[in-house]
């Protein structure tokens, strides 16, 4: 077996094909097309395979209820954004800490009260938001490019007040007892409903 055997086979659907025909068996090797060299395929041959395997997967359902079958595909506007691929990646695996500095400092500016309240000591508190400041001012100071850093550098004494009393509060209502649930009322054992 010295060639590939798809060549092979080939060979023979043409033997084949033309012995019912009525015409006798091509000589081999009198194709008016040049030979490819010994085990490459042809980009025809390439493209039977590729069209074979897609319409064996469709008839296996492999290509059945994929995500967002049957739906119009979003954001096709008028617009031509070539990165909107990563837009959309950034968007559906929600990964954070990558863009500009200046728009990952107003989306951590818009979840400032959040993050000092997963904290729990206020030296933690003091020490996040100097970090936030420093970064702030790092940003502006920059000329990169890009757009313009409108976040406001924020007050350390004001926002550990703000952690305080929002702290105070949450331990104020975890501490309330729970008002006891309504109780039932029973019924007869032989009345209808």
């Known amino acids: 077996m010295s060639e590939d055997p798809r060549l092979?086979?080939?060979?023979?659907?043409?033997?084949?094909e033309a012995r019912t025909s009525g015409e006798g068996a091509p000589a081999v090797g009198a194709t008016d097309a040049p030979a490819p060299a010994h085990?490459?395929?042809?980009?025809?041959?390439?493209?039977?395979?590729?069209?074979?395997a897609i319409q064996?997967?469709?008839?296996?359902g492999d290509f059945d209820d994929l995500p967002g079958?049957?739906?119009?595909?979003?954001?096709?506007?008028?617009?031509?954004?070539?990165?909107?691929?990563?837009?959309?990646?950034?968007?559906?695996?929600?990964?954070?800490?990558?863009g500009p500095a200046a728009l990952m400092l107003r989306t951590e500016d818009a979840e400032f009260a959040q993050t000092l309240d997963a904290l729990t000591r206020e030296a933690d508190v003091r020490a996040h938001v100097d970090d936030f400041n420093r970064r702030v001012v790092e940003a502006r100071r920059q000329l990169q490019g890009g757009p313009p850093v409108v976040t406001a550098t924020r007050d350390v004494d004001g926002e550990v007040a703000a952690w305080h009393d929002r702290r105070r509060q949450r331990l104020a209502a975890a501490s309330t007892p729970p008002s006891p649930p309504e109780?039932?009322?029973?019924?007869?054992?032989?009345?209808?409903?």
Request: proline share 6%; hydrophobic share 30%.
């Open 39 to 52: 085990g490459t395929p042809t980009a025809h041959d390439r493209a039977m395979y590729v069209e074979t």
């Open 69 to 98: 079958a049957g739906k119009p595909l979003e954001d096709l506007g008028d617009l031509h954004d070539p990165d909107w691929w990563i837009r959309r990646k950034i968007q559906n695996e929600r990964l954070t800490g990558l």
């Open 8 to 16: 092979e086979a080939a060979r023979y659907r043409i033997a084949q």
């Open 183 to 193: 109780p039932r009322r029973r019924r007869g054992l032989f009345r209808r409903r």
């Open 56 to 60: 064996q997967a469709i008839r296996r």
